[in-house]
């Protein structure tokens, strides 16, 4: 799985919440709505990757991500970032 890495420690996400009038909630509600399983996203994990603080996740799985996103009607680029690839290799 793909961990995704959000952008400025989750502003961007909370100053979407803020423009679309969504609270934590709303959005986890929200995120039921946009997946095709209708599971979305737990209430915990939007809090932990829209919150700040000890209990905040900076990197969240892509599927998190995109559904946060669609929910929010955003861009999935906006908020996350792909994690840097090493092309370093080892010789045996």
Do not use: N
């Not at 700040?52 to 929910?71: F, I, S, Y």
């Amino acid at each position: 799985m793909t961990d995704l890495i959000r952008k400025g420690k989750g502003k961007p996400l909370r100053d979407a919440m803020l423009r679309s009038g969504l609270t934590q909630a709303d959005l986890a509600a929200k995120t039921k709505a946009v997946d095709i399983r209708g599971q979305g996203v737990s209430l915990s994990t939007v809090i932990k990757v829209t919150g700040r603080g000890k209990t905040a996740a900076d990197k969240c799985r892509l599927r998190t991500a995109w559904l946060v996103t669609t929910a929010l009607g955003e861009p999935l680029q906006r908020h996350f970032d792909m994690p840097s690839v090493s092309t370093d290799t080892v010789e045996r």
